[in-house]
């Protein structure tokens, strides 16, 4: 017979096991589990498994599992790399986690607020995040939805998904187009926000209240997001987008050079040049073979840079982000807009001796005399050589595409810097999500004014309804004397929260981006 307390112990394991929420998505049933009062539900299928002749195809719906499946324990993470340490750009042809990497790896994580038997709330607004990367890492398991949820006041439904990335996610070319799908790891990111609409209301959330949110290439995603299907992207998947570090590198026209010159470099590195069916002997390559690839073309990238990245596939994405911006064509009610101060530090090789006009040229390969001439006089204002040629990186790739998503949402956007010393790119993510890493500036009031920016827009597309009162003044749209809304601490450790108005000056620089994107490839 059990002693008296390992039985009390089975009996208590036995009841959580009974309570634990299970949810029926038609194609399987899932059994997540509660703790203070928030469920999750980690590693919900969303998609096939992207194996075989799957790969380079757009996302397929799951098939049939019988049984519940336990959904207590983080997803595999879709295959990784790194980014480029290159001290020319490769493509220039001028005349952590406890996780397994796997090819298998359309999850995502649900988080809900509930009492203590998991129940689900009513139609909550819902956030879905896109975790950023450089579309060649990251995953849902470096974040905790449950942040969210506690900053919002219990007012949300939090989805994390993952997409594949690099080779796996983003090989273009015109072989790509004929047989297979081009932006996979967009589709994914658009087939995870179909089953968002589908599916939410059986976790407590409303599919007409959702609001996408990324941070760098997460923040790109959402951008890409934003100007699909020519801006009318049926049904309307999402009301509210926000971006924390806008990410637009050079997006090409799917069979322009440098995106077929990248695919002959993975047919070469696969031994698939000579196949009668490079496609096919794409799908037969092993996983192993192809990351490997995966990993040595991003890492012989410029340095700083991402080789894979979204294209213009002609379907999904039609025409490029500026142009979309300037005709107005963007899917969305409402945005909210964060740059970090100095965005483009952690890209560039600080140890390197260049001008920000030779270093305009490595980033874009298509420019010539004359814009390397501009980049010149327009940084050489702002400071030595290595100061220009970060903020030649952090505006070009980061802060100016912000701008041009605010201009398109005008009357309905709203901006805000992140100016905590040092502001480089990635530091506010601990300031939402502090499961990651505490935030380097400990003030309450601080985080929850910047933190609850984010909730108060996810719950009312405004984020002068707040959540709970904080410090942050009255915020006017962007669109009302270039006004934002700046986060920073003063030299005495106190909180700085304040509208400030955009420096003109950067504005001038963000024109000259703006005009030049046929070359840039914006």
Not at 21 to 26: E, K, N, Q, S, T
Not at 167 to 176: E, I
Not at 305 to 311: D, L, Q, R
Request: proline share 6%; charged share 10%; glycine share 8%.
């Amino acid at each position: 017979m059990l002693p008296l307390h390992l039985f009390a112990v089975l009996a208590v394991s036995a009841l959580a096991a009974a309570q634990a929420p299970i949810v029926d998505l038609g194609y399987a049933q899932y059994q997540g589990s509660t703790s203070a009062n928030i469920t999750s539900f980690l590693g919900v299928r969303y998609a096939a498994a992207p194996l075989g002749d799957l790969r380079f195809r757009a996302p397929q719906s799951p098939t049939h599992v019988d049984g519940v499946q336990p959904a207590i324990t983080e997803p595999n993470e879709c295959f990784q790399a790194a980014a480029g340490t290159s001290a020319i750009n490769p493509l220039e042809q001028r005349a952590e986690d406890a996780v397994t990497a796997s090819e298998d790896c359309l999850f995502l994580n649900v988080y809900y607020p509930s009492d203590s038997v998991g129940t689900p709330p009513s139609r909550l607004p819902t956030l879905v995040w896109i975790h950023g990367g450089g579309y060649i890492g990251g995953a849902a398991s470096s974040f905790n939805g449950g942040d969210i949820i506690k900053q919002s006041n219990n007012g949300v439904v939090v989805v994390l998904i993952q997409y594949r990335l690099g080779v796996f996610g983003f090989l273009p070319g015109a072989s790509v187009k004929r047989d297979g799908a081009l932006n996979a790891g967009l589709l994914d990111q658009d087939f995870a926000l179909r089953w968002v609409n589908r599916h939410i209301t059986k976790f407590g959330g409303d599919p007409t209240k959702v609001t996408i949110w990324g941070e760098s290439a997460g923040a790109g995603s959402v951008l890409q997001h934003i100007i699909a299907h020519d801006g009318n992207t049926q049904p309307q998947l999402f009301r509210g987008a926000i971006t924390s570090s806008t990410f637009l590198p050079s997006q090409y026209v799917f069979n322009d050079r440098v995106p077929e010159l990248l695919f002959s470099k993975v047919l070469a590195q696969t031994n698939c040049t000579t196949a009668s069916n490079s496609m096919a002997c794409l799908r037969a390559t092993s996983a192993a073979t192809l990351e490997t690839v995966n990993t040595n073309l991003n890492g012989a990238g410029f340095f700083g840079t991402f080789t894979f990245v979204p294209v213009i596939d002609g379907d999904f994405i039609t025409q490029s982000a500026i142009s979309s911006f300037r005709e107005g064509k963007v899917n969305g009610k409402a945005l909210l807009a964060v740059t970090n101060a100095f965005e483009g530090t952690a890209f560039v090789n600080q140890s390197a001796v260049i001008t920000a006009s030779k270093y305009s040229m490595g980033l874009f390969p298509k420019f010539g005399p004359a814009e390397e001439q501009r980049v010149g006089s327009l940084y050489a204002p702002l400071g030595n050589d290595l100061f220009q040629v970060n903020a030649v990186q952090g505006e070009s790739i980061f802060i100016c595409p912000s701008y041009f998503v605010l201009q398109a949402f005008a009357g309905r956007s709203w901006k805000a810097e992140f100016a905590v010393p040092p502001a480089l790119h990635g530091q506010d993510v601990a300031f939402y999500f502090p499961s990651t890493s505490p935030p380097s500036f400990n003030n309450q009031a601080f985080i929850n004014a910047f933190a609850q920016s984010f909730t108060s827009f996810i719950i009312s597309l405004n984020p002068n309804v707040k959540v709970s009162t904080t410090i942050t003044p009255l915020w006017s749209p962007f669109n009302e004397g270039n006004t934002e809304m700046l986060f920073n601490r003063t030299v005495a450790g106190t909180p700085q929260v304040q509208p400030i108005r955009t420096n003109s000056a950067l504005l001038a620089r963000c024109s000259f981006w703006n005009g030049v994107g046929h070359l840039t490839g914006q």
